[in-house]
């Protein structure tokens, strides 16, 4: 069975410190892989995603993942943190098997200190 | 452009009462999906529909859980009996079909199961 999984359960670094939060994912001939962010009493919101050609890929907000097949990855990265990037940060694999199926891994709670 | 809707956002009922959530996802959105997640575990699909067909229900437990999108737009997933177990937030996504398309998440609603 597909699987994904996040190695940190809570990661916690001080503010302006670099970030990375890790996921692998078990191997297929096709997946796509997703990064969501869940602030606190909200819902699930796409961070960014990969699907194919470049394998790095960026968010809007300073986030970037890069997608290693060899070591089937997906780690995120930030290399200054904020306050505001407090949240859990849940990795997802999506396997194409008759139709799209998503699987997420357990999440990462990420804790900005100042 | 409106989001995912889900109600209620709350919701605690005795064991072996019965519990109906809705989701209305984003308009022309033909996919729909709602999830289980339990604390402290990243979300797990419990049925995913294509208009109003069901398109895998394979982790739904069906003894229990029941799902229905019958006009091929807002959706109503039932427990009944709920167990304690069942506590957990159940989030409502939509996405415009089915291969590789970012899948938009509700806020939820959280069960708890006394």
């Known amino acids: 069975a597909q699987s994904v999984t996040q190695l940190d359960s809570q990661v916690p670094v001080f503010e302006e410190a670099p970030v990375e939060l890790r996921c692998n994912y078990s191997?297929?001939?096709?997946?796509?892989l997703f990064w969501y962010v869940q602030y606190p009493n909200q819902g699930l919101q796409l961070l960014l995603k990969?699907?194919?050609?470049?394998?790095l890929v960026e968010s809007i907000n300073g986030f970037e993942a890069e997608f290693n097949k060899s070591q089937t990855s997906f780690h995120l990265r930030k290399p200054s943190v904020h306050i505001s990037d407090t949240a859990e940060y849940f990795c997802a694999a999506g396997y194409l098997q008759g139709a799209q199926k998503l699987v997420f891994g357990q999440g990462t709670r990420l804790t900005i200190n100042p | 452009e409106a989001g995912v809707a889900q109600s209620p956002r709350y919701k605690i009922i005795e064991k072996r009462q019965s519990v109906a959530f809705w989701c209305n996802p984003i308009?022309?959105?033909?996919?729909l999906y709602w999830y289980q997640q339990i604390l402290g575990q990243g979300p797990k699909l419990l049925i995913q529909?294509?208009?109003?067909?069901?398109?895998?229900d394979s982790q739904l437990p069906k003894d229990r859980f029941s799902a229905e999108r019958l006009k091929g737009v807002d959706s109503t997933l039932k427990i009944q009996p709920a167990k304690l177990e069942d506590s957990a937030v159940y989030l409502c996504a939509s996405s415009l079909g089915l291969s590789q398309e970012t899948q938009y998440f509700g806020p939820g609603t959280r069960l708890l199961v006394l």
């Open positions: 191997s297929s001939v096709s997946v796509y």
């Open positions: 308009s022309g959105h033909a996919t």
């Open positions: 990969y699907l194919s050609g470049s394998t």
């Open positions: 529909f294509q208009n109003n067909g069901v398109v895998d």
